[in-house]
């Protein structure tokens, strides 16, 4: 058989994207599979994603992941969503079926995983959110979707948080409700998984926590944390305080590209490999 020199082709478009690590460990994963795949972290500016997603059908790209800010616009170039991704109204990942492009996203399902790997499932669960931005729309939506019982969304913007509440209750099998955080959140005495999906907290902003009663932290709850650098963050160190049961973020981003690389290839993802390449990346 003639010898194929062509590598499969994935990768990442996003501004900013310097800092994103996603390509270390999508490699790291493909040479412990033995794939020839590349991963290659492309800077798109606002505006140039037609092209960009041109370019995925001209070079055969077998998929790509697509960041801040084209994860909504990206939309209107695709051929087929997920109905996670339609509910959701975002795409983090592409699939290319020769030339046909599949909108999905992953996020939530990375999300999902990071807390089974814990033990800890969503059926039948009340789930309490914290934020209403792209994140929390994946949690909140894919947990509706996978049983949760009722999701009820905290934000400080109150147009975001009741246009993602309503969402969950017209779209999903699940409940939602809504709390408008003008105050220290009181965390709901029934909330079984309680998340931050905020931004606060991420490097360099580790001193911060997110504006919470921590007293209304009970240690029957599991409680979940997006951020992943530092992943140790004080929302998690003060549920631990509270004798909850604690996940945080880094599981969500292995997993969410775990789910990636065997969308791209077909092939499981070795997690360990690329929990460990994303630990010594982030110096932990
Ligand atoms: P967005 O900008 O879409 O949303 C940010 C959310 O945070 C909004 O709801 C905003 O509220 C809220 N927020 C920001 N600052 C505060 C504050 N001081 N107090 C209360 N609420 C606040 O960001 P994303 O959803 O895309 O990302 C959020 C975080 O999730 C990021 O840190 C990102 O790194 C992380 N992330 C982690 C992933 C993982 O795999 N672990 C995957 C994806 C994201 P408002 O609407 O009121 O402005």
Redesign the pocket.
């Given at each position: 058989m003639a010898k194929c020199y062509r590598a499969e082709l994935v990768g990442a478009f996003g501004c900013p994207i310097d800092e994103n690590p996603t390509g270390v460990m999508e490699e790291a994963a493909f040479a412990a599979k033995g794939l020839n795949y590349r991963y290659l972290t492309i800077k798109v500016n606002d505006g140039d994603l037609k092209p960009a997603i041109e370019a995925v059908r001209a070079f055969h790209m077998r998929g790509v992941n697509c960041t801040i800010p084209h994860k909504v616009k990206v939309l209107e170039y695709l051929d087929e969503l997920s109905e996670a991704a339609s509910i959701i109204g975002a795409v983090n990942t592409i699939i290319n079926n020769d030339g046909k492009l599949f909108g999905e996203n992953t996020?939530g399902k990375?999300f999902i995983t990071s807390l089974k790997d814990a033990g800890v499932g969503i059926e039948g669960k009340n789930i309490t959110v914290?934020?209403?931005?792209?994140?929390?729309r994946a949690i909140a939506v894919e947990c509706a979707l996978a049983g949760a019982k009722k999701v009820t969304i905290a934000?400080?913007?109150k147009e975001?948080g009741e246009e993602l509440t309503k969402l969950i209750s017209d779209k999903t099998p699940a409940e939602g409700a809504f709390i408008l955080?003008d105050r220290p959140v009181e965390v709901p005495a029934d909330t079984d998984i309680f998340v931050n999906?905020?931004?606060?907290g991420?490097f360099p902003n580790v001193n911060d926590k997110?504006?919470v009663n921590y007293d209304t932290v009970t240690s029957r709850m599991v409680v979940s944390d997006?951020?992943?650098n530092d992943p140790h963050t004080l929302f998690l160190q003060e549920a631990e305080k509270r004798g909850a049961k604690t996940v945080n973020?880094l599981g969500?981003?292995v997993n969410?590209g775990a789910v990636n690389f065997t969308l791209w290839t077909g092939v499981e993802a070795p997690i360990d490999v690329m929990t460990q390449t994303l630990k010594d990346e982030f110096g932990l």
């Open positions: 996020d990375g914290l934020g209403a931005g792209g994140a929390a934000n400080r913007d975001r955080w999906a905020t931004s606060v991420l997110p504006d997006v951020i992943f973020g969500m981003l969410q």
